[in-house]
């Protein structure tokens, strides 16, 4: 298929790219960094070779989520940003722009949330997990009370909100003593956001703001699989559900979340994604240079489903769901942005 928009693809900048260091052996760091820091000659060939017409952006991972001091989260956020921006600029038709945010500080990240999307001209943010500070005696998840003012400025804005995995911190992390291959895309990064995921789909966020739109890399990070477990283990006991929100897990899944297909590149997978949250949601991504373009192109271009499915997965929900017409139509001359009040 051509045409295809791809949307978990990283980037790095040079004070950022060291964090991607230990997700490949020491032989192959050589080539991950080179990919990493490159945002035309190899990756444009990759595209153009596996028919990805256009990729949205991100900053590798942890990033400035694991910056504890908020000034330096502040700085490389914007460092990140306009690096991105700049690269966007030159070739708008072949990259678009996912924010990264200092999540440290709800209100700096609200700033930059909102010079990325007016100014900028990105189309989303991108998140990689849980944020670290100084002086907190805890890591922070977005489903707390801080949190609020930010939610209802995303919502405002009308962006998605993808939320990328990174390791739980060491200390955090018995079980996987012994068994450091479970850390990372093996096992970790998946049940990490799954979990953040659930505690912002039960801490009443939905409720409240019922227009965000959260993206899930990696098929859903094992959600789509259960769902009906979540909302109804011991069914005959009746008790009222622990969280705060006010309707099923399952409805906010549905409603409120997109899936993509990054780094997950099997058709029983997909089909299963498919029943649970329909073709809809669900998006095209590679998760370059983590993985190889032409291991997800050439495995989406021949997955056993409908080519109306295909079309929807491969490009135009993602169309739909960044608002890339534009830019597409006009190949790369986007129409300014409105302010949002």
Request: proline content about 5%; cysteine-free; glycine content about 8%.
């Amino acid at each position: 298929m051509k045409g295809k928009i791809a949307l978990e693809e990283h980037f790095a900048i040079q004070e950022t790219v060291d964090d991607s260091a230990g997700f490949v052996p020491a032989d192959y760091w050589v080539e991950l960094r080179a990919r990493l820091l490159d945002l035309n000659d190899g990756r444009l060939r990759e595209m153009d070779a596996n028919g990805v017409e256009m990729m949205l952006l991100s900053l590798n991972a942890p990033a400035v989520q694991a910056i504890p001091s908020v000034p330096t989260a502040i700085e490389i956020a914007q460092r990140a940003n306009d690096f991105l921006a700049d690269a966007v600029a030159k070739q708008p038709s072949r990259f678009q722009g996912f924010a990264a945010l200092p999540m440290q500080d709800p209100e700096a990240a609200i700033v930059e949330l909102r010079r990325a999307v007016r100014d900028l001209g990105f189309r989303g943010v991108l998140v990689n997990g849980f944020s670290q500070r100084d002086g907190e005696d805890a890591i922070l998840y977005y489903d707390l009370e801080r949190y609020r003012p930010f939610w209802a400025e995303v919502e405002a804005l009308d962006v998605p909100f993808y939320l990328h995995p990174r390791n739980p911190l060491r200390q955090h992390s018995t079980i996987y003593e012994g068994h450091d291959w479970l850390l990372g895309p093996t096992w970790a990064f998946g049940q990490e956001t799954a979990v953040h995921a659930l505690r912002l789909m039960g801490s009443g966020l939905f409720d409240a703001h019922p227009n965000l739109k959260i993206v899930l890399g990696h098929m859903g990070e094992g959600l789509p699989y259960s769902m009906w477990r979540i909302d109804h283990r011991n069914a005959w006991v009746k008790t009222p559900p622990k969280h705060h929100a006010k309707r099923k897990i399952a409805h906010y899944f549905i409603k409120n979340f997109y899936l993509t297909t990054s780094g997950n590149f099997r058709t029983q997978t997909l089909i299963d994604a498919m029943l649970e949250v329909g073709s809809d949601r669900i998006l095209f991504s590679a998760d370059w240079p983590f993985e190889n373009v032409d291991h997800a192109a050439n495995w989406f271009d021949g997955a056993a489903i409908s080519e109306t499915d295909r079309q929807k997965i491969g490009r135009t929900n993602s169309i739909g769901l960044f608002g890339l017409d534009d830019v597409l139509a006009s190949g790369g001359a986007a129409k300014p942005l409105q302010d949002v009040d």
